[in-house]
């Protein structure tokens, strides 16, 4: 074989064989594949897996994947109806947050006002994240609920054995 054919045949199949190794590690779009541990080990989430575990009924799927889809609607129209002042207020803050840094004095109450701001949206993102989850176990017998709080239990068990990859400072 002629050096011009191996140099053909190793550009055809390089791409082909990187193209294939990046897929399987970001996993398939069924959730089935190789997970980061953001998503592994995230707790009082539901995913499908360990749905599977409870034996749920149709019912129970069907209102669950109802309250799904309600959550993924009305956080699509809130972001149709308010994208560009989200991205606004937020450009707002961090020029307010670089303002206070660059300032030739820090400003202790400046300060305390934008990290109140920042907190209380905070705090507004978690209770309508709990409230969606309350939603969902509100499905759930109580059996059904004890083995789902089981199994986090199990799973955050897991995740603190885990060792974390990523740099320590």
């Not at 207020?89 to 300032?103: G, I, P, T």
């Not at 705090?123 to 059996?143: F, G, P, Y």
């Amino acid at each position: 074989m002629t050096f011009s054919k191996k140099l053909i045949i190793a550009s055809l199949v390089l791409p082909l064989t990187l193209g294939a190794t990046s897929s399987f590690a970001h996993g398939d779009k069924d959730r089935k594949g190789p997970r980061g541990p953001q998503q592994e080990c995230r707790m009082g989430d539901f995913d499908r897996g360990m749905m599977k575990e409870l034996a749920l009924t149709d019912n129970q799927k069907e209102q669950l994947k109802e309250l799904r889809k309600a959550n993924h609607d009305s956080m699509k129209a809130e972001f149709k109806k308010a994208p560009k002042p989200d991205m606004d207020a937020r450009e707002a803050h961090m020029k307010a947050l670089k303002d206070l840094m660059m300032a030739d004095n820090f400003n202790s109450a400046k300060a305390t006002e934008l990290a109140q701001e920042m907190s209380e949206k905070r705090i507004e993102r978690q209770v309508n994240m709990l409230s969606q989850q309350h939603k969902m176990l509100s499905v759930l017998t109580a059996d059904q609920k004890a083995k789902f709080f089981e199994l986090q239990q199990e799973r955050a068990q897991d995740c603190a054995d885990k060792p974390r990859k990523g740099k320590r400072h």
